[in-house]
Every structure is written in structure tokens, then in C-alpha cells.
């Protein structure tokens, strides 16, 4: 059987790495550990880096290498392309399915 919460998180992958790289240029690393703070997820490498290649691939990330001491990070950040579809899924959450997220969550906290 399908473990629920990864089938979740797998719906979320996307939104979620569009939101983070839209609040700062951010690196492969910085996103498993914000993932995995804001979810409890560990999001695997082999699960994300192909994502953001896609993403790339697509126009809705731009890299670029940045000098953090002796190591080189490949750095994303959302292009006009990616803050646009960020939009859209904002649109997507909005309203009906907002409704039903907050539902979900005060269930949870009732428990």
C-alpha cells in the first residue's frame, strides 16, 4: 500500500521548492533542510535535485555558481516564468481548497 504522507508530499514537492526559491536564491542542501524543518520530510537528493533541473529545463529557475568558502553551490532563484506559475498556484490554494486545508489541520489539532 501507498504510504499516505509521501503520496502527499509528492503533490507538494513542486509548490513547495517554488516558495522557498521565491523567498531567496537558495541551494540543493538549503531546501532538503527547509523541507524537512517546515514538513518533518526529508526530502531525498534523488528526488529533488532531477526536480530542479526540470524546473530549470522548463524556465522557471535560473542558476547560478556561487563561492562559499573552498566549495562552489549551484544557487536557484525563480524567474519571471516561475514567479508567474508561483502565482497561479497561489490561485490554486485559494478559497474552496484553503477551506479544506485549515479543516484538515484544526482536525489534526483537535486530536
Excluded at 16 to 31: A, C, F, K, N, V
Excluded at 100 to 108: A, F, G
Aim: glycine residues 8%; proline residues 5%; contains cysteine.
Amino acid at each position: 500500500m501507498v504510504d499516505v504522507i509521501d503520496a502527499f508530499m509528492r503533490g507538494l514537492e513542486k509548490p513547495l521548492i517554488l516558495w522557498l526559491i521565491s523567498q531567496g536564491p537558495r541551494h540543493g542542501y538549503e531546501l532538503i533542510k527547509e523541507v524537512k524543518r517546515l514538513t518533518g520530510q526529508k526530502l531525498k537528493p534523488s528526488v529533488l535535485y532531477p526536480l530542479l533541473y526540470q524546473l530549470e529545463r522548463e524556465g522557471f529557475l535560473v542558476s547560478e555558481l556561487i563561492r562559499k568558502g573552498r566549495r562552489e553551490l549551484k544557487c536557484y532563484r525563480l524567474t519571471e516564468k516561475g514567479k508567474t506559475l508561483l502565482v497561479k498556484v497561489h490561485g490554486l490554494f485559494s478559497n474552496p481548497i484553503r477551506r479544506i486545508i485549515v479543516d484538515l489541520i484544526s482536525e489534526s489539532e483537535k486530536k
